[in-house]
């Protein structure tokens, strides 16, 4: 039965439908990227797009891929430790410590509880530089380039902390198994002192956070609560919870969507069950929460490791181990929450100074498997916004 | 555990529609009258930490020609040749003695990754880091530094920073 | 001085003098989008080239671009092509005779100014058309075929929004706006008070303008025919060399247009109490363009993009009928007072 006012909408329907018959075009298949502002490196989409709208996408991967897992095959431990901090280069330390723990379970040792400590203390820091890098890079994929040199300019001093600590700014390789050490060593002074953290860490660490919970703030002003990034982002790219969790998703992405887990509480590679903190969570889903989610880590990583300066534990940097290093037969995974989800490393030795293989799940990776889903039918100027709201870099996702 | 937390999902909504674009503006026009926090590069410079890896410098005195860095280094980018030349014995009737000399020691820093494993692995401290970082080059062949360069960096490495509680200090436990 | 009887000769001179003005503030603008941009980021942007304060910077620029080859895509429809920049730059210059800056500077005085200013103000839209259709690539012609949708979007609001000014000052000749608005409103003791017309009740008048002359300018919250992190540059993608300083100087000569046309209609134009027009006029309204601009500016590196879309409906749900009542009322008032 329809009523009179049914009819006239169908009515309109027919008449639309008859018009876009008649304008019907060709779908223009439209290669965003590899080479492309907003790709965050070489990723390459190959969208078909029907005007604005995009019917389907495509994401082709692997113009980045540098081997990294047949690399691991032929390197030393040691060696290894100082590549995967370049997977994703962004939290470079965060990628040591799945594969430096993983090495130490099959070793049977375990680094001491000071040198646990600044792992935790660093990695922190890793995920609040790269939230600081998602918060500059997101809105300027929505055009507006100012947030970019606010965050960059905070993540400086974080970034001079690391770099006073470890030597590295974005490459630290200060993971040793059993123990963390700067790579700034030669000289027997060097080596006798040049172990612990240097002076003015804890001081400077202290007013870093500050800086940074100060920037959290304004970029919120700056950004979460522009009406045109709203616009742009309430409600664009909703990936509900069910999907999330079948595409595997991870990490802020995840718990954007609603889903309360985090590898610091479930895992114990670092020892975060002393610390007081909260599993961020949003409702929604869409790039709004999945941006918001990111700046609330920052405050979150900014606890931490105030509490963890507080309460740093005398003691050794580094546990008991051979001086050259051969790992048991075996195999381990061990999987860490990283600032972009989870990233794990399955090592299976064989019993010599090298890996005999060298499995590695990264987060970017498979964060990405969701794009065709989340991407189809979006607006082109959406496509970007998605893209930059699920925070992947490319050396993670091809390694 | 503590129990995760969930925001209500609650927007950051501006109680006037629109006055979130303004807070922006304000913060923007605040920014537009403070002082910048530009190092103003070739002018003024940033001095690195102690341990920043900038460069590797080389003691030639120190090495043997152990060619232990050259093993370790993960990218094979030290070239190292040396020789043995014959050392009078110390004392008359002594043993003759075999020295290594260095005859090439060159550091690719184009393929170097920084990761400071050669310099760890040294057992006769012949290899420092120095903060040095001002030796860019026009083209990747420059950057390939013999050990006169590298020795000339020595004098730029600086002691080792003081530790996080090594002399007594108020309120660090 | 026959020669400047001659009335070709004096249009010359006029237009000339006009082009040159233009060209020389356009570069003023330039500097400052790129200083004022950089202390709202907290950086100092340019510093070295020129004096202390990095003034040559932009002659810098320009002669850079100049000496960068001029490439036409394979693909490109040329002659389109190499003729959509000068296009950009015409529609701009256009404008700008109409601009009185004094009650004599004027290079030419139209009884239907205001009425050309946004006809031909309108010819930059078909440039980037062309630039976009006529590369051959698809990132220009998404961005195009945007510039034009938005053209539909805001073109209404923005001549509506004159409407409420022209029905006010009874005229729409630009020197006869100006004066209009220098008439005393009341009186203080003997000195009549004038007010701009923002300040008499066409304040809505002023911000639609504002808004939609944002989007005829193709800058930020509406720059979406660029949109560098979507369309790489949208229209602008495969020009290089002179012509992209082309699009640059008309994107800046523009800004200063329209900033300058708003100034003559709700600004009150080269009025300022208490300055002589005649001769402080130029600045007077060369000063006010430039705050706009700064305005502008501010914008730009405060917020983002919003998208085509979006635009559509804000331009047609809420500027349109916006302007309408303003439309109404003004006239309404008009003819009751
Ligand atoms: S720092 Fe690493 S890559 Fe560079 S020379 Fe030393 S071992 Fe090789
Ligand atoms: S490890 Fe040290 S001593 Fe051995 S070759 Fe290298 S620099 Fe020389």
Redesign the pocket.
């Known amino acids: 039965m329809t009523t009179p006012a049914d009819r006239h909408l169908l009515a309109m329907h027919r008449s639309e439908a008859a018009v876009s018959v008649e304008l019907q075009t060709e779908d223009m298949v439209l290669n965003i990227g590899p080479q492309h502002p907003s790709t965050h490196g070489v990723l390459r989409l190959v969208a078909t797009v029907a005007g604005e709208r995009v019917r389907s996408v495509q994401p082709v991967m692997g113009y980045m891929h540098r081997g990294y897992e047949k690399l691991a095959e032929v390197r030393t431990y040691a060696q290894i430790t100082a590549l995967v901090n370049r997977i994703d280069w962004v939290s470079g330390f965060a990628n040591e410590i799945p594969f430096i723990v993983a090495a130490e379970r099959l070793m049977g040792v375990e680094a001491p509880e000071r040198a646990q400590c600044i792992r935790l203390i660093l990695t922190e820091m890793f995920r609040i530089s790269n939230h600081l890098i998602f918060l500059c890079s997101f809105p300027a994929e929505l055009g507006a380039p100012t947030p970019l040199m606010y965050a960059l300019r905070e993540r400086e001093r974080v970034l001079d902390l690391i770099e006073g600590v470890t030597g590295g700014r974005f490459h630290p390789n200060f993971n040793r198994i059993g123990g963390v050490k700067p790579a700034a060593g030669g000289g027997s002074t060097q080596r006798t002192r040049a172990q612990d953290l240097p002076k003015g860490f804890i001081e400077g660490t202290r007013r870093a956070m500050t800086a940074v919970r100060h920037v959290c703030d304004d970029l919120e002003n700056l950004v979460l609560g522009n009406e045109i990034v709203q616009q742009r982002t309430i409600g664009i790219g909703v990936l509900p919870a069910d999907k999330a969790v079948e595409y595997a998703m991870s990490g802020p992405n995840l718990r954007a969507s609603g889903v309360p887990f985090d590898l610091r509480k479930v895992e114990d590679y670092l020892p975060y069950d002393r610390f007081d903190f909260d599993v961020v969570t949003m409702p929604n889903g869409d790039n709004y929460d999945r941006c918001r989610v990111r700046l609330e880590e920052i405050r979150q990583s900014a606890r931490i490791i105030e509490q963890a300066v507080d309460s740093l534990p005398g003691g050794p940097l580094q546990a008991k181990v051979p001086r050259v290093i051969k790992v048991p037969k075996g195999e381990c995974y061990v999987r860490a929450e990283n600032p972009k989800g989870e990233m794990g490393y399955h090592i299976v030795s064989g019993g010599g100074r090298r890996p005999y293989r060298v499995k590695i799940r990264s987060a970017s990776f498979c964060n990405l498997q969701v794009l065709p889903w989340l991407l189809e039918g979006a607006l082109i100027p959406d496509v970007i916004a998605i893209l930059g709201s699920l925070d992947f870099v490319l050396g993670d996702v091809d390694r | 555990m503590s129990i995760p937390r969930s925001s209500s999902g609650k927007r950051l909504r501006s109680v006037v529609p629109g006055w979130g674009l303004f807070k922006g503006m304000w913060l923007t026009f605040r920014t537009f009258l403070r002082k910048p926090v530009t190092v103003m590069y070739p002018v003024e410079k940033e001095i690195p930490p102690e341990r920043a890896r900038g460069v590797i410098a ?1 003691d030639v005195e ?9 093993r370790e280094c993960p990218d094979w980018c ?1 070239y ?1 040749e040396g020789h043995k030349v014959q050392q009078p014995p110390a004392e008359p009737g002594g043993r003759a003695r075999t020295r290594s000399v260095l005859d090439r ?1 060159d550091i690719d820093f184009a393929l170097c990754m920084f990761c400071g494993i ?1 310099v760890e ?4 401290d ?2 420092f880091w120095s903060p040095e970082y001002e030796y860019s080059a026009e083209s990747l062949a420059d950057l390939l530094h013999g050990k006169e360069r590298l020795t000339q960096w020595l004098a730029t490495v600086p002691e080792p920073p003081a530790l996080e509680g090594s002399e007594p200090e108020g309120g660090e436990p | 001085m026959s020669l400047l009887d001659n009335v070709w000769v004096v249009l010359a001179v006029k237009l000339g003098l006009a082009v040159v003005i233009l060209f020389a503030l356009a570069l003023v603008v330039m500097f400052a989008e790129l200083k004022v941009s950089a202390h709202m980021q907290h950086r100092i942007g340019p510093y070295f080239a020129g004096g202390r304060w990095g003034w040559a910077q932009v002659f810098a620029e320009a002669l850079k671009f100049l000496q960068k080859e001029d490439l036409i895509p394979r693909d490109a429809d040329a002659p389109v092509f190499r003729l959509a920049p000068m296009v950009s730059l015409l529609g701009t210059f256009a404008v700008i005779v109409i601009i009185p800056l004094s009650p004599v500077l004027v290079a030419g005085d139209l009884d239907v100014g205001i009425f050309y200013a946004l006809a031909a103000g309108s010819v930059s839209t078909i440039a980037l058309l062309m630039a976009g259709w006529s590369s051959g690539n698809k990132y220009s012609l998404i961005g195009g075929l945007r510039a034009g949708a938005q053209l539909i979007a805001y073109e209404l609001p923005l001549v509506l929004a004159v409407v409420g000014v022209v029905i006010q000052a009874g005229t729409m000749s630009m020197v006869g706006i100006t004066e209009a608005q220098a008439q005393p409103l009341f009186h203080i003791g003997s000195v009549g008070i004038s007010l701009p017309y923002a300040l008499q009740g066409q304040i809505i008048g002023f911000v639609i303008f504002m808004i939609a002359a944002l989007a005829e300018l193709v800058r930020i919250p509406f720059d979406m025919p660029i949109a560098e992190s979507e369309l790489v540059m949208g229209y602008l993608t495969e020009y290089s060399g002179i012509r992209f300083t082309m699009f640059l100087l008309g994107e800046y000569a523009g800004m200063l247009a329209m900033s300058a046309i708003a100034s003559v209609l709700f600004l009150g134009g080269y009025h300022f109490w208490g300055l002589n027009a005649d001769w402080f006029g130029p600045f007077v309204l060369i000063g006010k363009s430039l705050i706009l601009v700064f305005v502008m500016i501010w914008f730009r590196w405060t917020w983002p993009r919003l998208r085509e879309d979006q635009l559509q409906s804000l331009a047609w749900r809420w500027l349109v009928p916006l302007a309408l009542a303003n439309i109404a009322v003004t006239a309404t008032l008009k003819v009751v007072l």
Do not use: Q, S, W
């Open positions: 080389l120190a090495c043997t020609v152990c060619m232990l860095c050259a030290i190292i020691f050669c692995v040294c057992p006769f012949a290899l």
